[in-house]
C-alpha cells in the first residue's frame, strides 16, 4: 500500500534522523515545482554514513510500499539523489553539501517542520 507524500515525507524523515544524517531540512515544493512534493536535503561526515543514511531511506520506503524510481551516486557516496516520487531526498557528503547549496535554488520553497 502506498503511502500519501505526506506519511512518505515523515517516514523518510526518521529514517534520516534514525542513521544520524546532519542539517535536514525538508522543502514543501507543492505549488513550486511539479518536479516533486517534497524535497529532503542532508549529510553525511563519511562515505559510509551517506550510504548508510542511503540504505536506510531505500528499505523504509520499500517497507511504505513505495516505488523507488531511481537512485544515483551511491557508488561515489558523495551526492546521492533518490526519487521517491512524490519525495526526493539529497543526501551530501558535507563537502559537497556546502558547494552546491541547493537549498539556495529552492529559497521560495517552504521548509518543513518536523517534531
Do not use: P
Not at 94 to 99: C, K, Q, S, T, V
Amino acid at each position: 500500500m502506498t503511502k500519501s507524500s505526506e506519511e512518505l515525507l515523515r517516514l523518510t524523515l526518521n529514517a534520516v534522523e534514525d542513521k544520524k544524517a546532519m542539517n535536514v531540512v525538508a522543502l514543501d515544493l507543492r505549488g513550486i515545482s511539479l518536479i516533486s512534493d517534497f524535497f529532503i536535503i542532508c549529510h553525511g561526515n563519511s562515505d559510509t554514513q551517506v550510504q548508510a543514511i542511503a540504505t536506510e531511506v531505500r528499505k523504509v520506503a520499500q517497507e511504505a510500499g513505495s516505488i523507488i524510481r531511481g537512485i544515483e551516486g551511491m557508488d561515489a557516496a558523495r551526492w546521492v539523489l533518490m526519487d521517491l516520487g512524490d519525495v526526493v531526498v539529497h543526501i551530501f557528503h558535507r563537502d559537497e553539501r556546502e558547494y552546491y547549496n541547493i537549498e539556495r535554488l529552492w529559497s521560495d520553497a517552504k521548509v518543513v517542520e518536523h517534531v
